[in-house]
C-alpha cells in the first residue's frame, strides 16, 4: 500500500518535526511564524510512531540561527530541525539546550527584581538533563518545561 | 559594566574570605581613619532595616567618609512610580559607593549590573546579605582563632532564615560538621541538605534541644522561631518553647563554645544568658562594623596592604 504524506513535500526551508501535539502553538508564537510572509504549513494531531501524536511545521525559505533553536529548546526536549534544500533532506538538528535564556521565560518568583522592573529576564541552565533553570537575580530554580514564556 | 560590587557570598573563594577577614581584623584594631576622605557612600534603603543602615553608616563615618541616602522608602520617588534602574543611575551620578537594601530579590545583582559604582548588597528580600555573612564568619573566626573543622549547630528557624542559609554555604570551604536543630516546619529545606551533601558537608538533624544535644558544639547559631511562619498555630504554639537557649543549658558545653544571634532576638534566648562569657551576640553585631568597613574598602578597590599602612589612622 502506498504511504501517503500526510504534509506536502518542502523545497527549500526547514521542518520542525516532533513538536508535541499540545505544544505546537508555543512554537508558531515563540519563532513569530504568524509574522511569516514565506509560507507556513501547520499540522496539527498527525499520526506519529514515536509520540503517538505530534506537530509539525514547514516554514518556506526560512533558515533557524542558533538563538532562535535555543529558544525552542524551552518548549520541549527532542524536538528536530530538518533542512531541506530541492526536496532533499540536507541536515537534521536536534534541538539543544542552551548554556543560558535571555529574554525568553519569564521568572516564577513574583518578588524578582526582574518581574517588577522593566528589564530582559536572565537565567542559567543549571541542569541540562532534568531541564532546570536559576534565575541570574534572584537565584531561585525552577522546571524549564514549567516556565511561562514572555 | 565591571565594578567591584559586593552582591553574595555564595560563590566567593576561599582566599578572598580570608583576605576580607584579615582587613576585618585591621579595622578592629584601628577602627578610625581618613582612608575614605572625601568619598561619599550612599546608603540606600527601600526596605527599612536600622540596624544594617547604623552599621553601614557607622562604618562609612568612622573611616572618614560622608553618608547620603533614605532609610524609608516612603520618601522617594519609588513611591511615584521611578525604577530601581533611574534611582540608581541617579545615585551614581553623587556617590563614590552604594549600600542597598531592597524587598525584591535579585535588585542588589540588578543595581550591579547597571551602575557605574560599586554596589554593595545590604540584603535583597529573602535572598542574600553577605555583610551579614561576613561578620559571622569573622565572629566565628576571633572566637575559635580558625574557621576550620567547627561543630557549628544552627537553632530555630532553619527554613527561612536567610543568614543560616548563607552562612552555611560560605563555610563549605572549611571542613564544618553541622547540627540542625528545628521543628518539622521550620526544618533545613532539602536544597540546602542537597548542598551539603554535594560539597561532602557533614551534618545531623535534630527535634531536641537540650545540653546532651549541643554538648560537643564550638558555635550554636540561634535564630527565632516566628509565629507568621506557621499555618498550623497549634504546631507553633506546641514548639515556641522548645527552642529557647536558657542558662543552665550551658554547662556541660564546651569552654570555647559561644552563642551567636544575628538579632534582633525576641525570647529566643533568655535574658540571664546574657551574663554567660558564652554569650557572644552583641559583640557579633559589634563585628559587623568591621566587617562593613572591609567591604566597603573592597568594594572602592583599597586593598589589605593600603589598610595596613594606611597613614590616615586616629590615634
Redesign the interface.
Known amino acids: 500500500m502506498k504511504k501517503e504524506l500526510q504534509v506536502a513535500a518542502l523545497e527549500n526551508g526547514t521542518v520542525i518535526d516532533h513538536i508535541p501535539t499540545e505544544k505546537l502553538f508555543d512554537v508558531v508564537n515563540l519563532l513569530h511564524l504568524q509574522e511569516m510572509k514565506t509560507p507556513v504549513t501547520i499540522g496539527y494531531n498527525l499520526e506519529s510512531q514515536k509520540m503517538g501524536c505530534k506537530g509539525i511545521i514547514k516554514v518556506a525559505n526560512k533558515f533557524f540561527n542558533d538563538e532562535e533553536m535555543s529558544r525552542l529548546s524551552v518548549i520541549a526536549k527532542n524536538m528536530q530541525l530538518i533542512i531541506i534544500n530541492n526536496y532533499e533532506v540536507v541536515e537534521k538538528k536536534d534541538v539543544n539546550v542552551p548554556d543560558e535564556l535571555k529574554g525568553i521565560v519569564r521568572c516564577s518568583?513574583p518578588?524578582?527584581?526582574?518581574n517588577?522592573?522593566?528589564?530582559p529576564t536572565h537565567f542559567k541552565v543549571t541542569d541540562k538533563i532534568r531541564g532546570i533553570i536559576k534565575?541570574?537575580?534572584?537565584?531561585?530554580?525552577q522546571e524549564l518545561t514549567k516556565a511561562q514564556l514572555l | 559594566m565591571e565594578t567591584r560590587s559586593l552582591v553574595t557570598i555564595a560563590d566567593m573563594s576561599k582566599e578572598k574570605i580570608m583576605y576580607l577577614l584579615e582587613m576585618a581584623q585591621e579595622f578592629e584594631k584601628n577602627t578610625n581613619r581618613k582612608i575614605l576622605d572625601g568619598k561619599v557612600v550612599a546608603t540606600l534603603f527601600f526596605e527599612p532595616s536600622t540596624r544594617t543602615r547604623l552599621s553601614f553608616e557607622t562604618a562609612a563615618n568612622r573611616l572618614g567618609a560622608r553618608v547620603i541616602g533614605f532609610a524609608d522608602p516612603k520618601i522617594t520617588s519609588g513611591t511615584k512610580g521611578e525604577t530601581l534602574k533611574d534611582t540608581i543611575m541617579m545615585v551614581s551620578n553623587y556617590a563614590d559607593i552604594i549600600c542597598m537594601r531592597h524587598f525584591l530579590e535579585g535588585a542588589a545583582r540588578y543595581a550591579s549590573e547597571i551602575a557605574p559604582i560599586p554596589i554593595v548588597n545590604a540584603g535583597d528580600g529573602a535572598n542574600q546579605h553577605p555583610s551579614q555573612t561576613l561578620l559571622d564568619l569573622y565572629t566565628i573566626y576571633q572566637t575559635q582563632g580558625t574557621l576550620e573543622n567547627l561543630n557549628i549547630y544552627m537553632v530555630g528557624d532553619l527554613k527561612y532564615g536567610r543568614t543560616v542559609h548563607s552562612l552555611l554555604m560560605a563555610m563549605r570551604h572549611f571542613n564544618p560538621t553541622f547540627h540542625f536543630i528545628a521543628p518539622d516546619e521550620l526544618k533545613m529545606p532539602d536544597e540546602y541538605k542537597d548542598y551539603c551533601q554535594r560539597m561532602g558537608i557533614k551534618y545531623t538533624e535534630h527535634k531536641d534541644f537540650n545540653t546532651e544535644i549541643i554538648k560537643d558544639a564550638d558555635i550554636l547559631y540561634m535564630t527565632r522561631v516566628q509565629k507568621e511562619r506557621f499555618t498550623d498555630l497549634m504546631e507553633y504554639e506546641r514548639v515556641k518553647d522548645v527552642y529557647i537557649l536558657k542558662k543552665d543549658m550551658l554547662e556541660g558545653c564546651r569552654d570555647n563554645m559561644k552563642i551567636l544571634h544575628p538579632l534582633p532576638r525576641v525570647n529566643e534566648i533568655a535574658y540571664d544568658v546574657d551574663e554567660s562569657p558564652k554569650a557572644y551576640y552583641f559583640q557579633q553585631a559589634k563585628n559587623g562594623l568591621y566587617a562593613r568597613q572591609a567591604i566597603i574598602c573592597d568594594c572602592l578597590g583599597i586593598s589589605l596592604d593600603d589598610v595596613k599602612n594606611d597613614p590616615t589612622i586616629l590615634k
Do not use: F
Open positions: 518568583n518578588k524578582c527584581i526582574c517588577n522592573e522593566p528589564m534565575c541570574h537575580y534572584c537565584e531561585k530554580e
